[in-house]
């Protein structure tokens, strides 16, 4: 599925890419599929060990997300850097993947255990990241409200 800000992609992994047989259950995050993100400089994988925020900031490059593990979230808003921000809420758990392109700002909120994997089209230079302090307190509720469902996503997507 397409969001309503240009360039990001969130949805169900392809079925035409997940095989599954007696031996092995294979999943492929990424298969030459997302328009705008040709290969992947730097694979990382995320370890939460206890909720919190991440990210507030942007990249001059697009990078991609999936939740590995079964039970758990990672929440993300994405906002737009221009002189018409658009705000987007998405929620990805297993199966689902999201892309972020270049200059979206993100911020990101983990549950507890869960291992977040990351592939960014540039190798990562910390120093690079553009850091958008424009996030508020609101935001943040807004996002702990979505993690523990308090919250209903669909009046944010």
Not at 99 to 128: E, F, K, N
Request: hydrophobic share 35%.
């Amino acid at each position: 599925m397409n969001s309503h800000i240009p360039g990001v992609v969130f949805g169900q992994l392809n079925p035409r890419d997940q095989h599954s047989d007696d031996r092995r259950d294979m999943e492929c995050y990424y298969n030459g599929d997302l328009e705008g993100f040709p290969s992947g400089q730097q694979v990382k994988l995320l370890k939460i060990k206890q909720s919190m925020l991440l990210a507030r900031h942007s990249h001059a490059y697009p990078e991609w997300y999936t939740v590995l593990n079964e039970d758990d979230v990672t929440v993300f808003l994405l906002r737009t850097l221009d002189n018409d921000p658009m705000d987007q809420i998405v929620r990805i758990t297993h199966g689902t993947r999201l892309m972020i392109p270049s200059r979206v700002a993100h911020l990101a909120l983990c549950s507890v255990g869960t291992y977040l994997l990351g592939v960014t089209r540039d190798p990562y230079d910390q120093s690079a990241d553009i850091r958008y302090d424009d996030f508020t307190d609101q935001d943040e509720e807004l996002l702990r409200g979505v993690l523990t469902g308090s919250t209903a996503l669909e009046e944010y997507t």
